[in-house]
Nanobody, 124 residues
């Protein structure tokens, strides 16, 4: 049974930082594309960042490019999202996902497994 468990969310002031973690069980992250997505109230789910198996390719949405960094620790089977210079518009529920395909646009269609989410709230 595949499980993705997110942690690290919380409340922070604008300009601050958070690091989200996603620990996988039932699959190896090195054999999957891993992604971070978010959904803000009243908005559609948005692809934030993805990393291809092997770590050779990454994707960032324009809204987070230069501020967020995705990384992996294969020994811990965990994917991270370092979020710096947070803005109020980053407020959302953040979800981790895993899939067996890669596409440069980090489409949600590629992902088979999803975590329950962790809330990030940024106050201005």
């Amino acid at each position: 049974q595949v499980q993705l468990v997110e942690s690290g969310g919380g409340s922070v002031q604008a300009g601050g930082s958070l690091r989200l973690s996603c620990t996988a069980s039932g699959l190896t992250i090195d054999g999957h594309t891993m992604g971070w997505f978010r959904r803000a109230p009243g908005k559609e789910r948005e692809g934030v960042s993805c990393i291809k198996w092997g770590g050779g390719s990454t994707y960032y949405s324009d809204s987070v490019k230069g501020r967020f960094t995705i990384s992996r620790d294969t020994a811990k089977n965990t994917v991270y999202l370092q979020m710096n210079s947070l803005k109020a518009e980053d407020t959302a529920m953040y979800y981790c996902a895993a899939g067996s395909q890669w596409r440069a646009d980090c489409s949600t269609l590629l992902f088979n497994y999803w975590g329950q989410g962790t809330q990030v709230t940024v106050s201005s």
